[in-house]
Structure formats: C-alpha cells, structure tokens
C-alpha cells in the first residue's frame, strides 16, 4: 500500500542544522518531493529526488535517499527563522506521476 | 510569467449547498490535479485532469467533480456539502501530460457551516 509517514515536529535553534525525517512503503516509488507550506499558504516545491539517485543537493538543502530501507531525509543547512513551517514529504510512481502521496508534514520550529 | 493561480480565496457555504471553485495552471502546463487538505493533515489526491478529462481518482466520492477547459484551466465542483468537506482545496499544475514536477496554487479555504 502507499504510505508516507514523518514525526510531527522538530525545533531548532536559528544557525543549527534541521534534518527533517520521512518514511515510505510503496517500492515503486519512483519520485520522492519535499515541499514547504508556511501559515496560510499553498504549497512551495523546495526540492525533489528521483529513486535512482542517493543525493541532491540544492544551496543550503540536501535531501538523502535510503532506497533499501525507503527512508528520505531533508537537510537545512544554517537554519533561519524564515525557515519555520510545515514540511511535507511526498511521493509519486513512474506510471502515475501525477498523484502525489503526502506524509501528515512536520512542523519546523526555528528559535532564534 | 504568472504561477498557478485559484479563486477565491476564502468560502463559506452551508451544509447540503454546491460550490464551485476554480484554477487556472501555471503557463505552459496543461495537466492539473486538486487536492484538499483538512486541517492538520496531509493533502489528499482527488482527481486529475488532463486533455479535459479525468485521467485518475482518488478515494473521494462522486459528489466531488471537475472539468477541464480548452484553456487547461479547471474546476472543482462539490455537490451536497458536508461540514467535513470543510477544508484547504489545492490546485496544482504539471507540465507536459507526464512531468514530474507539480506546482501548487495558494489554495481556496472552505467552510462548510
């Protein structure tokens, strides 16, 4: 079945590094997303890896793919109070890209 | 170059009622997918549209339709509202029929009263 899964909430002091924490049970996933929603708002597409690859790295983001225990992380590097708000991890197969699966989202609390 | 955009932004509406809402894609991409978010939680995949007809569902009933135009804007009709279909409907939009990468509307807001 498909299932996405993350713990709800991670709090950082501002300059620290974030690692955000995802899991996922559909073994053909093949697209692995993480996007940002802050108070109110749509959501931001921040990054994305495909199941071949093991690493991307995006600035101060770096996403890690553990293809054989199906865990995904997100790294914030230097984390700014601009940075707090929900995360959330999502997935989607090569023969239906279009519907993505989300895990519940983790908020990120940036202390200053 | 305009992103995807949704209108409106708020709703309200009363149980038993229909709403309409509406997005229009980001330029140059002419697949579009709405989901809908309750509070506290993940989105939810309803339904995706491309070539102006539905091309997957998710596990939402048939009170929950859409459309897609020649323009490959779309909309989102729910019939018969209940209090739980209260919640953050988001639009998002794909390019090239099977590209990967979607691009979310700010999202229109219903309660359902």
């Known amino acids: 079945g498909e299932d996405v899964e993350q713990s709800l909430f991670l709090s950082v002091r501002e300059g620290d590094s974030s690692v955000i924490n995802c899991t996922y049970t559909d073994s053909s996933s093949t697209y692995l997303y993480w996007y940002k929603q802050e108070p109110g708002a749509g959501l931001q597409l921040l990054t994305y890896?495909?199941?071949?690859?093991d690493m991307k790295q995006d600035q101060r983001l770096t996403v890690l793919l553990n293809k054989k225990d199906k865990h995904l992380s997100l790294r914030i590097a230097d984390t700014q109070t601009g940075d707090s708000a929900i995360y959330f991890c999502?997935?989607?197969?090569?023969?239906?890209?279009?519907?993505?699966?989300f895990g519940q989202g983790t908020t990120l609390q940036v202390k200053p | 170059d305009a992103g995807v955009t949704q209108s409106p932004t708020h709703l309200i509406k009363t149980r038993g009622q229909q709403v309409t809402l509406r997005c229009s894609p980001k330029s140059g991409h002419d697949t579009v997918s709405w989901y809908q978010q309750a509070l506290g939680q993940g989105p939810q995949f309803i339904f995706q549209y491309y070539e102006e007809e539905e091309r997957q569902r998710g596990n939402f009933p048939d009170r929950f339709s859409g459309h897609q135009f020649p323009n490959y804007s779309s909309e989102l009709n729910v019939n018969a509202l209940l209090l739980g279909d209260s919640a953050l409907y988001l639009c998002?939009?794909?390019?090239?029929?099977?590209?990967?990468?979607?691009?979310f509307g700010p999202g229109t807001r219903l309660t359902v009263t």
């Open positions: 999502a997935e989607s197969t090569a023969s239906n890209t279009g519907k993505l699966i």
């Open positions: 890896i495909f199941s071949n690859m």
């Open positions: 998002a939009s794909i390019g090239g029929g099977i590209g990967y990468e979607q691009y």
